[in-house]
């Protein structure tokens, strides 16, 4: 199935949803998941992406929410397929993860030798209760 890019940024660039019914089509499939939309933006943008869309304007939201969909676009046909969407949120959450590990490298690694020892592990996550 294709969805056309223009439901999806016209979905998500009105700026912060309030209320579920904001983001949902009329008649279309409700489905469970957490409350609130910042899992939503979080999956969709990644984390610190999603941090930086909550302080835009919703003029300012809509036009780099249509890059984004540009990108998301691979085959440039002017519609999102769902393959598409699955790539885009596994690349984005895979981003998060690299991330998440470089940063918190330097809090394990406490000789800098390029590697963590059960040591340094122990160390780093349990610190002066061992």
Same mark, same amino acid.
């Given at each position: 199935?294709?969805?056309?890019?223009?439901?999806?940024?016209?979905?998500?660039?009105?700026?912060?949803?309030?209320?579920?019914?904001?983001?949902?089509?009329?008649?279309?499939?409700?489905?469970?998941?957490?409350?609130?939309?910042?899992?939503?933006?979080?999956?969709?943008?990644?984390?610190?992406?999603?941090?930086?869309?909550?302080?835009?304007?919703?003029?300012?939201?809509? /036009?780099?929410?249509? &890059?984004?969909?540009?990108?998301? !676009?691979? @085959? %440039? =046909?002017?519609? $999102?397929?769902? *393959? +598409?969407? #699955?790539?885009?949120?596994?690349?984005?959450?895979?981003?998060?993860?690299? /991330?998440?590990?470089? &940063?918190?490298?330097?809090?394990? !690694?406490? @000789? %800098? =030798?390029?590697? $963590?020892?059960? *040591? +340094?592990? #122990?160390?780093?996550?349990?610190?002066?209760?061992?």
């Amino acid at each position: 199935k294709a969805l056309p890019a223009l439901l999806l940024l016209a979905a998500g660039a009105l700026g912060k949803p309030t209320a579920r019914q904001e983001r949902a089509r009329p008649g279309a499939a409700q489905h469970e998941d957490r409350p609130g939309f910042q899992y939503d933006h979080e999956a969709f943008l990644g984390k610190e992406e999603a941090r930086s869309f909550d302080q835009l304007s919703p003029e300012e939201s809509r /036009e780099r929410l249509g &890059k984004i969909v540009d990108r998301i !676009d691979d @085959n %440039k =046909d002017g519609y $999102i397929t769902t *393959e +598409e969407l #699955k790539t885009w949120i596994k690349r984005v959450q895979k981003r998060y993860i690299y /991330e998440n590990v470089a &940063k918190v490298w330097k809090d394990y !690694d406490l @000789n %800098k =030798d390029d590697k $963590i020892a059960w *040591e +340094e592990y #122990k160390r780093a996550t349990y610190g002066y209760y061992l």
